[in-house]
């Protein structure tokens, strides 16, 4: 049973945990601008941990392909406030989105407990700074950056490629002083990836596992759903429930999803279902 600790909040892996989107963004792909003022933030938080959220993750910067990369004061601006009102109003733990070692350990400072990187601590210091702030690191894969991410995504075999690549950064976390009881891991559905390495990656999930640490998937509302479908982002609640049962059916320990009630009810079930095996 995975345990993790977020600074004295505690994240209990032993049950499937659903991670709530908080996105303190103009620009967000499925989200933004709706929780851009504080109150509407914290007031959305509070309905998803209601909801089930047993993390809420905050963001202060798109990283939706073509995103444009956010100053670091503006960032700041965007999360701390949110943390800050957060850490006093929440019992949950709160994890912060961001690749930028300066909102990390502002971040923490403020009451974040998780540290979740896109860029699975590769920007200078990062390492570094998560070692010593001493929480959880969730390290997501991703090709290129998210600019550009998007334009021709190349891999001899994706999940082999997506595999060595988080062994690679589990290992460098590890160096740097993160014990594996700190690290999560993710593959980065929809970050430099087609259709098909997605779905390939959501189909072979479960190679990820044997890193031996927890894997988090987010799948929420992604334009995958979007490619098969041709459903617009709003219309995405339906097809993003059936991957995040399909993720967990394969292994994941954490899910990203904006639509918190639905998800927790899927889960619960399945729950149900297929590990208690009885009502
Ligand atoms: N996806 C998004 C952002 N952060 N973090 C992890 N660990 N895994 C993900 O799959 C992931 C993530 C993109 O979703 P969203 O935050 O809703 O959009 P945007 O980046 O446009 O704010």
Partial sequence: MTVLDCRGRKLDLSRVAVMGVLNITPDSFSDGGIFFDPAKAVAHAREMVAQGAAIVDVGGESTRPGAQPVPLQQELDRVIPVIECLAADIAVPISIDTSKPEVMRAAVAAGAGLINDVYALRAQDALDVAAQLQVP???????GEPRTMQADPQYTDVVADVRDFLVTRVEAARKAGIGADRIVIDPGFGFGKTLAQNLALLRELRSLTTLGVPVLAGLSRKSMIGKVLGLAVED?????????ILAVQNGARILRVHDVAATAQAIRMWEV???????
């Avoid at 690191?137 to 090709?143: E, G, T």
């Avoid at 995405?236 to 995040?244: F, I, K, N, T």
């Avoid at 279902?273 to 009502?279: G, K, L, Q, S, Y």
């Fill in 137 to 143: 690191v969730c390290l997501m894969h991703m090709q």
């Fill in 236 to 244: 995405r609640l339906h097809a993003s429930v059936a991957l995040a």
């Fill in 273 to 279: 279902a297929c590990i208690e095996n009885r009502v």
